[in-house]
Every structure is written in C-alpha cells, then in structure tokens.
Nanobody, 123 residues
C-alpha cells in the first residue's frame, strides 16, 4: 500500500508556471511508476504524464508536450509536475497515481491515487 498527497496547486494567470508535488508514503516508492492525471468539471479524467521507476523514461499527453515536465526524486519519495506556459484549458483537479505498470496512460492501470490538487488558470 502507498499513500499519495498532492500539493502546489493554486490560481494563476495564463502564461504562468506552477510546480505540483506528490509525496508518497508506505511501501517502496521506487517500486512504482508514477503518473499525473487531471479532471476538469464535467469531463473525464485524462492522462497528463508518466515517469518510470528510475525516472529514465517519461510519457506525455500531446496537449502538454513541451510545456509540462514530470520528474521524481526517489530519495525524497516525491514526484513533481512542472507546468509552464499554463493555459485556461489546463484548469482542472490534478491527481498523482502509482502503478506497477510501465508508463501506462489509462487511469484503470493505476493502483494508487492521491486526493488531488486544484489548478485554476485565468485568462
């Protein structure tokens, strides 16, 4: 079992940056690939980014490529999502998740989820 707690969300203007963090506790963090998803009001949860156990491989949704960067620090049991050039359409609740799989992009392939952190981007 692993517990995940996101932080770093907030209200920003278009073009600004934010860095989300997800702190993990419980079983060995480095055993899990990690992902970020988001869910806007009235929409389904969508994949944002994923990172492998070692951090050597990443995967991004087309909508965030070149703007968002996922990273992890296994010594700190933390995964990050650096979000640059934010757009109003990035507004959503952002969730981190852990998986035994290898960089999956489907929510049902993730085993553990955090509670989410709100990101709001004003135009």
């Amino acid at each position: 079992q692993v517990q995940l707690v996101e932080s770093g969300g907030g209200l920003v203007q278009a073009g600004d940056s934010l860095r989300l963090s997800c702190a993990a506790s419980g079983r060995a963090f480095s055993n899990y690939a990690m992902g970020w998803f988001r869910q806007a009001p009235g929409k389904e949860r969508e994949f944002v980014a994923a990172i492998s156990r070692s951090g050597g491989n990443t995967n991004y949704a087309d909508s965030v490529k070149g703007r968002f960067t996922i990273s992890r620090d296994n010594a700190k049991n933390t995964v990050y999502l650096q979000m640059n050039s934010l757009k109003p359409e990035d507004t959503a609740v952002y969730y981190c998740a852990g998986t035994w799989g290898f960089l999956p992009s489907l929510a049902h392939e993730y085993n553990y989820w955090g509670q989410g952190t709100q990101v709001t981007v004003s135009s």
